[in-house]
């Protein structure tokens, strides 16, 4: 069955950079996009932006332009999310999430039919 | 605030017909299929309507989508206790190089 195993929570300081895994198994990782959602505190989702596996080519948010990096090893079927200068604002439950087919040249779906169990990140002094 | 425009809450008893709306625009609903998320307490969400009206395996059919110009609605027929939760639209939006929005979320209560 299709799984998206997330890392552990983290607790980091303002000005941090932060690194979230997202493991997945039960399917061809290279052949879906994989997106990253987050959710603030009582707040909804918000989309960060995606990875192709295949290709590791990427589409972010405007809003997280230059502080977010998203990269992927397919020898072991992990994508990653790396956010830096991180404020107390981005304080959040950070979710990956299967997208569409990595044979399309670009995604522009809002379709994850298969979700990770959430990473929270806290940013505290 | 959110670029798809839903009502903050829904309520309704059990056995009851429920609707949740949400609103867009010409670059988003106007424009692309809408899916719609169920989020339980404490819980990731999940696909619970896809490309506007299709229902994933093992979805009860008492959950159903629609779309018309630049809105959406979800429908809960048979209301049950478990359907108590938070509920998302989203779509793709075609502007600023392409993006996904959602809507604020609507926190459905079964009385």
């Known amino acids: 069955q299709v799984q998206l195993v997330q890392s552990g929570a983290e607790v980091k300081k303002p000005g941090a950079s932060v690194k979230v895994s997202c493991k997945a198994s039960g399917y061809t990782f290279t052949g879906y996009y994989m997106h990253w959602v987050r959710q603030a505190p009582g707040q909804g989702l918000e989309w960060m932006g995606w990875?192709?596996?295949?290709?590791?080519?990427?589409n972010y948010a405007q809003k997280f332009q230059g502080r977010v990096t998203m990269t992927r090893d397919t020898s072991i079927s992990t994508a990653y999310m790396e956010l830096s200068r991180l404020r107390s604002d981005d304080t959040a439950v950070y979710y990956c999430?299967?997208?569409?087919?990595?044979?399309?040249?670009?995604?522009?779906?809002?379709?994850?039919?298969?979700w990770g169990q959430g990473t929270l990140v806290t940013v505290s002094s | 605030q959110s670029v798809l425009t839903q009502p903050p809450s829904a309520s309704g008893t059990p056995g009851q017909r429920v609707t949740i709306s949400c609103s867009g625009s010409?670059?988003?609903?106007?424009?692309?299929?809408v899916n719609w998320y169920q989020q339980l307490p404490g819980t990731a969400p999940k696909l619970l309507i896809y490309?506007?009206?299709q229902r994933p395996s093992g979805v009860p059919d008492r959950f159903s989508g629609s779309k018309s110009g630049t809105s959406a609605s979800l429908a809960i027929s048979g209301l049950q206790s478990e359907d108590e939760a938070d509920y998302y639209c989203?779509?793709?939006?075609?502007?600023?190089?392409?993006?996904?929005?959602f809507g604020g979320g609507t926190k459905l209560t079964v009385l």
């Open positions: 490309s506007n009206n």
């Open positions: 999430a299967r997208g569409g087919f990595s044979s399309d040249t670009y995604s522009s779906s809002s379709r994850f039919d298969y």
């Open positions: 010409s670059s988003n609903i106007g424009s692309n299929t």
């Open positions: 989203a779509a793709w939006d075609d502007s600023l190089n392409g993006h996904v929005v």
């Open positions: 990875i192709n596996p295949n290709s590791g080519g990427t």
